[in-house]
């Protein structure tokens, strides 16, 4: 987590990642843009503080990969529009709270709590994907 004593309480994100429970925070407005995704979408946060948050399309609406469930915070985040509403229709265990997180933009400051689906979870958290054939 980053340093947030300096952060007036009117402009911090606070964003958790489930289901590891990771929280990152961050004052609106200052984060740099990580060139994946649309900017300050969860794919973009995620990149930002090494969250692994798979992309197959680099972040261009054009996969499901990115599929997130919303748990808190919908009423800041842009709403989603036709191609990404037409994209989740293909996604598994789509849900009324899925969204892609290239897509779901942060649109101001608060509380932001996004659940990574279970496919996703295969993952460790850091940026690297577990191995299953070591080396061989
Ligand atoms: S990364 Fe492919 S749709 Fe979001």
């Known amino acids: 987590m980053t340093n947030t004593q300096n952060i007036p309480a009117d402009k911090l994100v606070r964003v958790t ?3 590891e429970g990771k929280t990152v925070e961050f004052e609106y407005g200052t984060m740099p843009y990580d060139h994946h995704g649309k900017p300050m979408s969860f794919l973009d946060v995620a990149e930002n503080f090494d969250v692994f948050l798979d992309h197959a399309c ?3 609406c054009a996969c ?3 599929h997130l469930w919303i748990k808190e915070g919908d009423a800041g985040i842009s709403e989603a529009d ?3 509403i037409d994209r989740l229709d293909m996604a ?3 849900q009324l709270n899925s969204r892609l997180g290239c897509q779901a933009v942060i649109t101001r400051p608060g509380t ?3 659940e990574i689906p279970k496919w996703n979870r295969n993952y460790v958290s850091e940026g690297k994907p577990l191995t299953l054939a070591e080396g061989k």
């Open 92 to 94: 598994a265990d789509q």
């Open 82 to 84: 036709d191609d990404e």
């Open 112 to 114: 932001y709590v996004v």
């Open 58 to 60: 680099g972040g261009s």
């Open 17 to 19: 990642f489930q289901p």
């Open 64 to 66: 499901t990969t990115c």
